[in-house]
């Protein structure tokens, strides 16, 4: 996305000030970050209440795949969140092993999107 550059005038400098656009660009940054910080707090508390953490965790194996195999197993796939939020959704089995995972189907679009984004932005 690009962003405008504003110039504002300062009179004790000769033309627009340099460092606004900066001092912009670092605001419009924080405000995106601190926008992008309850998505992943939303989609802890909806992999908590799902279940997700009986089988899964973070950095390593329990009954299926930790969250970063799975974000390095799709890292590169333009389809992944889509892929990931269907398995999501209805379940798979035999990608990971012989343990299939079950469906979860009472999830909405939109919280099977952010638990797919989520589980895919996990660092290993």
């Given amino acids: 996305m690009l962003l405008?550059?504003?110039h504002v005038?300062?009179?004790s400098q000769?033309?627009?000030s340099v460092r606004t656009p900066l001092v912009l660009l670092a605001s419009l940054w924080a405000v995106a970050a601190a926008h992008?910080?309850?998505d992943l707090a939303a989609a802890a508390e909806i992999a908590k209440g799902n279940g997700c953490y009986s089988c899964h965790a973070a950095a390593e194996k329990?009954?299926?795949?930790s969250f970063a195999a799975i974000a390095e197993k799709y890292a590169g796939d333009k389809e992944a969140v889509a892929s990931l939020a269907q398995s999501?959704?209805?379940g798979s089995k035999g990608k990971w092993g012989r343990a299939a995972m079950?469906?979860?189907s009472s999830l909405s679009a939109q919280d099977l999107k952010l638990l797919a984004r989520w589980v895919l932005s996990t660092k290993p």
Wanted: aromatic share 4%.
């Fill in 4 to 6: 405008p550059v504003v």
């Fill in 9 to 11: 005038f300062d009179p």
């Fill in 14 to 16: 000769k033309g627009p």
């Fill in 36 to 38: 992008a910080a309850p």
């Fill in 62 to 65: 329990i009954v299926g795949p």
């Fill in 88 to 90: 999501i959704q209805m």
């Fill in 102 to 104: 079950p469906a979860h």
